[in-house]
């Protein structure tokens, strides 16, 4: 699906909610709520709690949320099917060979009656 990455839509799509950030800071960290959480109509949720300031909190999870957005968007790349190279299968089979014969050395010959 196609999301606008623009500023005002991403607003508008978008729920802001704040909270108390956890980590240092004292006594002003438990009091304000600096932390922002983002919850986009896409289902995408950005959390910033990397500064003191509530604003520029905002400003870093918009600009989280575009990144990822952005990243949604990018086309997947298609897996171009390979083959197993003629040689390898060659080694393959002769140590596989070896290994069999290395385990039919261990058993006692057959008795023949």
Do not use: C, W
Not at 8 to 27: I, Y
Not at 51 to 70: C, G, I, M, P, Y
Request: hydrophobic share 25%.
């Amino acid at each position: 699906m196609k999301y606008t990455t623009d500023r005002k839509s991403l607003e508008k799509e978008s729920e802001v909610e704040f909270f108390r950030g956890s980590g240092p800071g004292g006594q002003r960290r438990n009091k304000v709520e600096t932390g922002v959480r983002l919850r986009h109509a896409s289902g995408i949720v950005v959390e910033a709690v990397d500064s003191r300031s509530q604003a520029q909190n905002k400003e870093t999870a918009f600009v989280r949320l575009k990144e990822r957005l952005d990243e949604l968007q990018k086309p997947k790349k298609r897996r171009k099917p390979t083959k197993v190279p003629a040689r390898a299968k060659r080694v393959r089979l002769k140590e596989k060979r070896a290994l069999s014969e290395k385990k039919q050395r261990r058993n006692r010959p057959a008795v023949e009656l």
